[in-house]
């Protein structure tokens, strides 16, 4: 099992920046690939970045390249997303997850344990 928190949203105006973390607790943190995901109003859930357990290997949607960036320290068991240049389609709710991989793997599917979310708020 394993525990999962978010923090760091918060209202931000567009073109500004947020770090976000997601704290883990339970077993086995460096053995499990992360990810971040999003769900904005009326939307589905979609995949932001994820990260192998190595940190070896990363995964973004194409909609946060080169302004998102996804890493891990698995010393504290915590994953990070930085958000920069940050635009109003960013808004929704952030959500940390986790699942294990056989091998060093960003998979963007079939994580097993979520956080509670946190909310990301762009302004214009």
């Known amino acids: 099992q394993v525990q999962l928190v978010e923090s760091g949203g918060g209202l931000v105006q567009a073109g500004g920046s947020l770090r976000l973390s997601c704290a883990a607790s339970?077993?086995?943190?460096?053995?499990?690939?992360m990810g971040w995901f999003r769900q904005a109003p009326g939307k589905e859930r979609e995949v932001v970045a994820t990260?192998?357990?190595?940190?070896?290997?990363?995964y973004y949607a194409d909609s946060v390249k080169g302004r998102f960036t996804i890493s891990r320290d698995n010393a504290k068991n915590t994953v990070y997303l930085q958000m920069n240049s940050l635009k109003l389609e960013d808004q929704a709710v952030y959500y940390c997850?986790?699942?294990?991989?056989?091998?060093?793997?960003?998979?963007?599917?079939?994580?097993?344990?979520w956080g509670q979310g946190t909310q990301v708020t762009v302004s214009s």
């Open positions: 990260i192998s357990w190595s940190g070896g290997r990363t």
């Open positions: 997850a986790a699942r294990f991989y056989l091998g060093d793997v960003a998979g963007i599917s079939g994580y097993d344990y």
């Open positions: 339970g077993r086995s943190f460096s053995t499990y690939a």
